[in-house]
Each structure stands twice: as structure tokens, then as C-alpha cells.
């Protein structure tokens, strides 16, 4: 279970902070039941930081009093067990605060900030980098000295008279000059400082839209009168979806990705689908679980960038469909850059295309880098043979655990050859500024639970083999081979 609480909103009290925890232990005790594992709570402690044009536009916290209190909390959670806690950085408060509510003066801050590389400042990883370009910059722009003060809870550190202004004759510091008070978004200045007041008190302020016209100076004749309504009825619950999981027909889709749409990746692809095939009002059949969805099967995943003219795809349906009407219905609602070349209608307990898979075509585009000379292309075809007439074909890999070993290609590659042109179904695919691209053609094995012969797998072949480093410009999947599938049972 995940939380989220906040530290440091005005009127706060010990007792306030202190009662995270004691709600965590309340929680931790509700949660129990015989026979069950007990729940484990991720907690994440966030430090409030003011915004302009909102109540609390005058508060402050010092980053001794946020560390004060989150090691309050720490000394808690010590204590309890299956609680882990997470606490935001006061460093990036104090920045989020400095920027927050500063002046025209930043400008040059956060320019020289991005200059020295700050860039995904709440990411853990990128913490320390992030915190010394921005307190850089802040030196180099002369505002040591107000950042000091917001870390100390000096609020406000704007208020302080530069050279050329005019003395503050307000006695009220809510009065103030403030560095966003020239941007007018309708609510007036003083009904914010009548509402901080009131969340100090802790009155309850009732919302506007149900209760009556708060008068805070939004609604007028230029962004019209309040309008009470009265709060919508709950709708009775009607119980959860429960989405079609009934399974009548398999349509096995043979379709391509070109051009532009090679860009798109494996779960966009699904997405793709998913959409088409609701705009279409296709009826596809659900998974069961907690987490159902669609029946949309790809064959394999196509690496980016990479075109096809030979992708496959399973969808289940709860309805029997002609194949010639699915797949117009279907094409209709997709990019043109996704053609749709066959639909065959199978039985649903037939194999899904991913556990038939056996082999893939492949067309490559390859280009040398630095050669010492133009390969011509006798040596081409030398080194294709060479290839398919080596016994064994090693190469190094590594494990998902880290560790390396030797594998034996040879068995995986079927079919080699070198190629004179492109062919015209890669038309569309990137193309080289100069002629030096040399094309291959290979059929190498494709299979689901892991064996099989990549492009790049080819290309380091060819590298060990020439002693040439090659660059593998593009590479086109002209077609999946399916095995046999059994033939099912008739019921």
C-alpha cells in the first residue's frame, strides 16, 4: 500500500507530524487478518513548498525546521516494521521555493543552471548534479544571499528595497510589493490574505460552486456571476465491468510497419490495435484476472526502426466474422503506413502464431566503415560462401545474469545471399546519402523461447569473418515462417 503526506503547511504542529506515524500504526493494526501476510506500506513524506497566487504565497519553512521534522518521523518509523519511508530531498525545497516565488532576477539563474546541466532535478540519481549547477548559478547571478534566506524561512526575501526602488510606506506585510502582483488572475490580494487567516484558524471554507459566492473576486462581468448548483446525486453501483472473455473465432493478420511507423515500438504497436480495433467496433475478446485485456497476440516483437512487410498478428473475437470484411473494417481505422496483406480465420484453440514461429527473412542494408578500399563484389560473394560453407559459426554472448558464454550460429542460419539492389518493398526505407550500402538476404531461425539469428548477429559474423567493421544500416523482416500447427480436437 502507498501513502503520500506532507510536512510544513502553515499552523503545523509537532503533534500534527508526529500523528503520520501514529496513523501508519493504526493502519498497520486495522490491516491485519488471521491467515494473511501482513500488508507492507511504502510511504513517501513530501515537504510543502508555496506557490504564488494562492493563501499561502506568504510562508515559509527553513530547511532546519524540515529537517527537524522528518527526523522526528525517521525516529518513528524505526520503530515499525514493514514501513518504508521516503522523504523529499530539502535541498530540492529550498530550490523549488527559491524559484517558485522569485523575480525577474531568475531569468539568468535558470539559463545558467540548464547551461551547467540541471536537468531531471527530482530523480535521485541526478540529485547532487543537479543541486551544485543550480547553486552555481544562483552564485554567479549574485543571489547567494537570498537563497541563505529562504533556507533559513526569511520570507520575504524579495521584499528587501533594491537600488531605484520606492520605500514601502504598507504596514501590513501582506501588503507588500510581491514579483507576480502585475499579473492579475482575477482573485483579489487581500481576500488570499483573509483566507490564510482563515486557514490558520482552521475554519472550514465551504466550495463556491454548492455553498454560495465566496467573493474572491473571480466572478464579475468580465468572467461572469457565481452560479450555485446543487451537487449531482451518486449513482447507485451498478457492479464492476466485466469485460467479454468468450473466445468464438482466432483471425490470424499478416501486416507490415514502413516507413514512419517503424518508429512506433512493441507496446505503442498494441495500443495501435487496441484503439483501432474499439473505433472499428470490433468484437475482441477479453483475458480473464484481475487485470483483463484485450486478446491481441503478435507473433514477435519487431525491434526499432526496423521495417516489415511479414508481421503477425492473433486477435480473439467474441463473434464469427468474415476475414475479408475484419480486415476492411480494421485497415480503415489504422495508418496507411500499417497494411493489412491477409486475414485467415482459424479455431481459437489453434496454436497462436509466437509458439509456431520457426524461422525469418531478413533483408539487410550494410555499409563498411572506413574501408581501405571499395569491396568489390566478388568479395561479396567470397565471404557469403565462406560463411555458409564455415561448420561452425561462433559467437560471444552474455547472460541475463552477467555471465559470458559461447554460442554456435551455424544451426541457425538456413539462407545466405548477397544482393545486387534493394528490392522494392524497402522503398520506403531510410536511405543511405551515398551509394557504399552493399544488401544481404538471410533466413535465419526465429523461435519464441529465445533461439534465434538477428541482424546484428549476422553483422558480427560478418566481422569476424572480413576483419572489416561494418555499420548495419537498416534492416527490412520480409516474412515469418510458422511450423505446422496440430490440428484441434473436434469437440
Known amino acids: 500500500m502507498k501513502l503520500y503526506f506532507m510536512i510544513g503547511l502553515p499552523g503545523e504542529t509537532d503533534a500534527d507530524v508526529l500523528g503520520i506515524a501514529e496513523t501508519m500504526r493504526w493502519l498497520q493494526q486495522e490491516c491485519r487478518m488471521k ?17 504564488p497566487h494562492t493563501p499561502f504565497q506568504w510562508h515559509s519553512v527553513s530547511t532546519t525546521e524540515f529537517q527537524r521534522k522528518q527526523g522526528m518521523l525517521r525516529q518513528e518509523f524505526r520503530t515499525m516494521r514493514g514501513v518504508k ?16 516565488r522569485g523575480d525577474r532576477r531568475l531569468s539568468a539563474v535558470v539559463r545558467r543552471a540548464w547551461e551547467l546541466g540541471a536537468g531531471m532535478d527530482a530523480w535521485w540519481e541526478s540529485l547532487d548534479r543537479a543541486f551544485g549547477a543550480w547553486t552555481q548559478a544562483i552564485a554567479e547571478a549574485g543571489l547567494d544571499l537570498q537563497y541563505r534566506q529562504v533556507e533559513q524561512g526569511e520570507w520575504n526575501i524579495f521584499q528587501a528595497p533594491q537600488a531605484g526602488d520606492r520605500p514601502s510606506t ?14 492579475d488572475t482575477g482573485i483579489d490580494k487581500a481576500w488570499l490574505e483573509a483566507d490564510l487567516r482563515r486557514a490558520l484558524e482552521a475554519a472550514t471554507v465551504p466550495d463556491c460552486s454548492f455553498e454560495g459566492c465566496s467573493h474572491c473576486g473571480v466572478c464579475g462581468t468580465d468572467f461572469g456571476h457565481n452560479i450555485v448548483v446543487a451537487p449531482p446525486p451518486i449513482p447507485a453501483f451498478q457492479g464492476h465491468f466485466v469485460p467479454n472473455i468468450d473466445r468464438v473465432q482466432r483471425l490470424r493478420v499478416w501486416f507490415g510497419k514502413q516507413a514512419d511507423m517503424r518508429l512506433i515500438g512493441h507496446l505503442d504497436l498494441l495500443r495501435l490495435f487496441d484503439r483501432a480495433l474499439r473505433r472499428a467496433s470490433l468484437p475482441i475478446a477479453f483475458s480473464g484476472g484481475f487485470h483483463p485485456g484485450p486478446r491481441i497476440m503478435p507473433a514477435m516483437a519487431l525491434p526499432l526502426g526496423t521495417t516489415s512487410s511479414g508481421e503477425i498478428v492473433d486477435f480473439d473475437v467474441t463473434e464469427v466474422l468474415d476475414p475479408d470484411d475484419f480486415r476492411q473494417r480494421l485497415a480503415a481505422q489504422l495508418p496507411a503506413n500499417i497494411p493489412l496483406y491477409r486475414v485467415m480465420a482459424i479455431a481459437p484453440e489453434t496454436p497462436t502464431a509466437t509458439r509456431l514461429l520457426d524461422r525469418a527473412d531478413y533483408y539487410l542494408s ?3 566503415v572506413d574501408p581501405p578500399a571499395p569491396i568489390r563484389p566478388e568479395t561479396w560473394q567470397r565471404w557469403v560462401d565462406e560463411i555458409l560453407a564455415a561448420p561452425e559459426l561462433w ?4 547472460t541475463k545474469a552477467g555471465k559470458p558464454h559461447r554460442v554456435n550460429m ?46 546484428e548477429h549476422l553483422i558480427q559474423i560478418l566481422e569476424d569473418l ?8 537498416h534492416a527490412h523482416r520480409a516474412q515469418l515462417h510458422l511450423a505446422a500447427a496440430p490440428i484441434p480436437p473436434k469437440v
Open 395 to 398: 559467437l560471444d554472448q552474455v
Open 466 to 473: 572480413s576483419g572489416q567493421e561494418f555499420l548495419l544500416h
Open 366 to 368: 550494410v555499409q563498411a
Open 410 to 455: 551455424r544451426d541457425r542460419l538456413h539462407a545466405l545471399s548477397w544482393l545486387e539492389a534493394f528490392p522494392i518493398a524497402l522503398a520506403q526505407a531510410p536511405q543511405s546519402a551515398d551509394d557504399t550500402l552493399t544488401h544481404l538476404f538471410y533466413t535465419g531461425t526465429c523461435r519464441n523461447d529465445g533461439t534465434f539469428l538477428r541482424p
Open 35 to 51: 491467515g494473511r501476510k501482513p500488508l507492507s506500506f511504502n510511504v513517501t513524506i513530501s515537504n510543502f513548498t508555496p506557490k
Open 170 to 183: 504598507q504596514d501590513s506585510p501582506y501588503q507588500a510589493p510581491l514579483p507576480w502582483d502585475h499579473i
Open 85 to 100: 519511508a521516503n522523504f523529499t530531498d530539502v535541498r530540492i525545497s529550498a530550490m523549488e521555493d527559491f524559484v517558485g
